[in-house]
């Protein structure tokens, strides 16, 4: 299977509360390339490659509506 790219902005209250640390260690977990990068606005930009099925996990597993680290 070949891989893929996926460029995501991440909105909300994503800054300052774990939210990039929860992001890279999970990519970490599932082997996904790529890097994630503050914005100007609060927003987060992410940047990652893998397989097709290892980035749709990574998006399911990174969409959360609660802090990371309660």
Partial sequence: MA????ELVV???VQ???YRDFVQE???TL???GYVKNLRNGSIRIVCEA???T???FIKLI????DPYP
């Fill in 55 to 57: 980035i749709e996990k």
């Fill in 63 to 66: 969409s959360i509506k609660e």
């Fill in 11 to 13: 909105e909300g209250r």
């Fill in 26 to 28: 999970t990519a970490r």
């Fill in 31 to 33: 082997n996904v390339r």
């Fill in 51 to 53: 397989e097709e099925d």
């Fill in 3 to 6: 891989n893929v790219k996926a």
């Fill in 16 to 18: 300052k509360v774990g």
